[in-house]
Nanobody, 126 residues
Framework: QVQLVESGGGLVQAGGSLRLSCVASGRTFTSSIMGWFRQAPGKEREFAAAISWIRGITYYADSVKGRFTISRDIAKNTLYLQMNSLKPEDTAVYFC???????????????????WGQGTQVTVSS
């Protein structure tokens, strides 16, 4: 079993920055891809960013491209999301996700991830 634990959320003013972290622990962790999804009140969980674990290929939603940067530290089994120029519409619970299954997948599809963290709240005030 793999556990994902997010941290780094909080309250920030519009234009500010936050850095989210997600530590993976449990059995020997192997992942094909890890990502960040977010869910605002009353809305569905949506894709924000993802990174292929070994090759480091990155993927971003149009809404965060140019403002958010996803990265990972393989040695530490840690995923990061650097969020700059935050906007009130970025307010959401941010979830870390990982896929450990073989086979084809879409980095953008939440159903293709089989491990999820509990989420961390990000609130951006105007």
């Amino acid at each position: 079993q793999v556990q994902l634990v997010e941290s780094g959320g909080g309250l920030v003013q519009a234009g500010g920055s936050l850095r989210l972290s997600c530590v993976a622990s449990g059995r020997t962790f192997t992942s094909s891809i890890m990502g960040w999804f977010r869910q605002a009140p009353g809305k569905e969980r949506e894709f924000a960013a993802a990174i292929s674990w070994i090759r480091g290929i990155t993927y971003y939603a149009d809404s965060v491209k140019g403002r958010f940067t996803i990265s990972r530290d393989i040695a530490k089994n840690t995923l990061y999301l650097q969020m700059n120029s935050l906007k009130p519409e970025d307010t959401a619970v941010y979830f870390c996700a990982a896929r450990s299954l073989s086979g084809s997948y879409s980095p953008f599809a939440r159903n293709d991830y089989n491990y999820w963290g509990q989420g961390t709240q990000v609130t951006v005030s105007s």
